[in-house]
């Protein structure tokens, strides 16, 4: 009994953290499939987003619904910028310059914020506080948000990409941008909008996991790590693959970490990465490059 | 000591009369690494106001060897290669006489062999008890380490408080594992032998594996070596959470502003040695009147430390009236009895200063003094 409560336990917290790998990977997956580069500044998204929510909650002293809007809001706006400063200036150049510009940004912002906000972590508190309590299995409210709002957030995506006619413009997008170019499709103004919704994505997973984890400069690139491993368990540059690696990497990590040991807790989503690249190096939903053609 | 006293004397008088701004625009450099940037900026933030406020005391009292005093500083971003940088532009300084160097065993660690080759006495407050026992003569420790710390959790947890069914809860780094395992070996002196000794990586977004550990373990008192307060606010959340409430003695992290106001009540009525507490004497209380009046902050081991780091430069530099290596070393190990504001300092031939914890309490949100625990060796 005391056995199956604790596995419980441990599922639990793995499908929460796994969710926010999964917002963050879903976030690099969008760029990735809009621009072909990795944004290395999306774990700075998150942490954006969560001293966003601080400054308009606890600084302003807003209310939190409020607080989150506006907060989504700022980080679209940042996404914008982030367009047309990071990406836009070089969008001819290449993958590497691109790439190196994400990660200068993800340095900037990460020293900005400590500029402004100052280098003591910041406390947020849940959404709804306390949690359920079942026998001696505690689930936190902060937690059940997390993977509700996830949840919510799989099904708006599955919508908007395939049921609206910007999703499907967005889609033509990151298939072919010739194509949609001769097809009259803004291609500049889709990548501008995949920016903002990649920047509120991962500013939500920073609101979301700020009471877990507190908001400090640091944390958005722990999670990035392994939210990067996750698009490549998944199948690089897939949407699907991104949510199922983020979940996938957060459940083994907490039974490894629970059964073999915590201190290489870290380690398993890397040998998850490793096993995954020599057994299927496409990844769970990833296409073979030969048969991308 | 007569001839010394005149040339003195006439330094003084040659000072006065060769241009007095020429003189005092000449100052005192001594370098400071801290954790400017990176994960552990809070921490260095501290430390630099625990230096410029012992600075400008400094200064205030004439300064060292008459001149002023002015901080160098170099950023290590938290890390041990940033670390070893920051010592090698230092230690390129010609005019730099004395470092305050890292808090962190790591970097301590990582920065040793570059220090032992550079000579340049330097401050450190990594506790980890090898720092000093490495054939390196040119390290001094401003703080007790954990070969005392781990004494004292063990001698008030089994006997103040009788417990006897101990956990150790450390972080995998050089700090919590060093620390982990002087508290095991504290331990077997009274008879005891640890049911779990339990590490974890620093930076774990989640803690319930270890939580579920302590809990199969029915252990009825927690020792631990943590880092990160981030990690140590994270832990108590989860711990009380699954409902462990076991009494709780944890190394200086527990007791970290940083940890208190992110842990909340999770953190109350646990235990933590602070070898800084603004109420285990009067050399404490006054420097915490004083950070508060300029900081608005209350003053914790990050900033003490340096402020007595620096403290013990200035003493060293003005008994030994030489900026030469040899003779500041000569004149830091003969200091005895010299009281800073975390403890007396007499310091041995291996650079050790301090032996002796204060044992504190988490008591609603506030720490208080509960005894400070002194050892002779």
Redesign the interface.
């Known amino acids: 009994m005391e056995a199956l409560a604790n596995n419980f336990q441990v599922l639990f917290q793995g499908l929460a953290l796994g969710s926010i790998y999964a917002l963050v990977a879903l976030g690099f997956v969008l760029i990735i499939r809009a621009t072909n580069v990795v944004n290395f500044a999306q774990g700075d998204f998150a942490m954006l987003g969560a001293y966003m929510m601080v400054a308009f909650l606890v600084g302003a002293g807003l209310p939190y619904w409020l607080s989150f809007l506006l907060a989504l809001a700022a980080m679209g706006v940042f996404g914008l910028i982030f367009n047309y400063g990071v990406y836009y200036p070089l969008r001819h150049r290449g993958f590497l310059p691109v790439i190196i510009s994400t990660l200068g940004a993800s340095i900037f912002l990460q020293n900005s914020v400590l500029a402004i906000f100052g280098a003591q972590p910041k406390r947020l508190d849940n959404v709804i506080q306390g949690g359920i309590q079942i026998g001696s299995v505690f689930l936190d409210s902060q937690y059940l948000v997390i993977l509700a709002v996830t949840m919510v957030m799989v099904a708006f995506q599955y919508f908007f990409f395939e049921h609206t006619l910007l999703g499907k413009k967005l889609q033509a997008t990151s298939q072919d941008k010739d194509m949609a170019r001769l097809l009259g499709i803004p291609v500049a103004l889709m990548i501008a909008i995949t920016f903002i919704y990649s920047s509120m994505l991962g500013g939500l997973a920073g609101v979301l996991v700020g009471p877990v984890l507190f908001v400090s400069i640091g944390m958005g690139s722990i999670i990035a790590l392994k939210a990067f491993a996750a698009t490549i368990i998944g199948g690089f540059g897939d949407v699907k693959g991104a949510i199922v690696g983020g979940i996938f990497i957060g459940v083994v990590e907490s039974f490894a970490a629970y059964y073999i040991s915590v201190p290489y807790k870290d380690a398993y989503a890397f040998l998850m990465l490793f096993l995954v690249l020599v057994f299927r190096p496409q990844g769970f939903f990833g296409e073979r490059v030969s048969e991308k053609a | 000591m007569r001839n010394s006293l005149w040339g003195a004397l006439a330094a003084g008088v040659a000072a006065s009369f060769f241009g007095f701004t020429a003189i005092a625009a000449d100052t005192v450099k001594i370098g400071l690494i801290a954790e400017i940037?990176?994960?552990n900026?809070?921490?260095?933030?501290y430390t630099l106001n625990g230096a410029k406020l012992a600075v400008d005391d400094i200064n205030r009292k004439g300064g060292i060897l008459g001149k002023q005093v002015e901080l160098v500083i170099e950023d290590n971003q938290s890390t041990n290669p940033g670390t070893v940088l920051a010592f090698s532009k230092l230690g390129g300084n010609k005019d730099i006489p004395a470092i305050i160097g890292p808090i962190r065993s790591t970097q301590t660690q990582a920065a040793s062999p570059s220090i032992a080759k550079l000579g340049i006495p330097t401050m450190i407050g990594g506790s980890d008890p090898s720092l000093t026992k490495v054939n390196n003569r040119w390290l001094f420790r401003c703080r007790p380490s954990d070969l005392y710390s781990s004494r004292v959790i063990a001698n008030f947890g089994v006997n103040k408080l009788k417990l006897k069914k101990w956990v150790i809860v450390h972080s995998?780094d050089a700090f919590g594992a060093g620390g982990a395992k002087a508290l095991a070996e504290a331990l077997k002196e009274y008879g005891v032998e640890p049911v779990l000794v339990?590490?974890?990586?620093n930076?774990?977004?989640?803690f319930?594996?270890?939580v579920?550990?302590i809990k199969k373990s029915g252990a009825d008192v927690i020792g631990s070596y943590m880092t990160n307060?981030?990690d140590v606010?994270?832990f108590a959340k989860q711990l009380r959470?699954?409902?462990v409430t076991t009494t709780w003695i944890g190394s200086a992290s527990i007791v970290t502003?940083?940890a208190m106001?992110?842990a909340?009540d999770s953190l109350h009525n646990t235990y933590g040695i602070a070898d800084f507490n603004p109420d285990a004497n009067p050399a404490a209380r006054s420097y915490a009147a004083a950070y508060r009046a300029r900081y608005k902050l209350e003053p914790d081991v990050y900033s003490s430390w340096a402020f007595d780091a620096m403290n013990v430069i200035a003493t060293a530099l003005n008994t030994a009236k030489s900026t030469q290596a040899e003779d500041i070393r000569k004149a830091i190990v003969g200091i005895k009895g010299w009281k800073g504001v975390e403890g007396t300092y007499n310091f041995d031939d291996n650079g050790d200063g301090l032996r002796g914890y204060n044992i504190v309490k988490n008591e609603a949100g506030k720490v208080t003094f509960v005894e400070h625990i002194d050892f002779n060796k």
């Open positions: 940037t990176g994960p900026a809070e921490a260095g933030n995998t339990q590490g974890y990586t930076n774990s977004q989640d319930t594996p270890v579920l550990a307060s981030q606010g994270i959470q699954l409902g502003d940083t106001k992110l909340g």
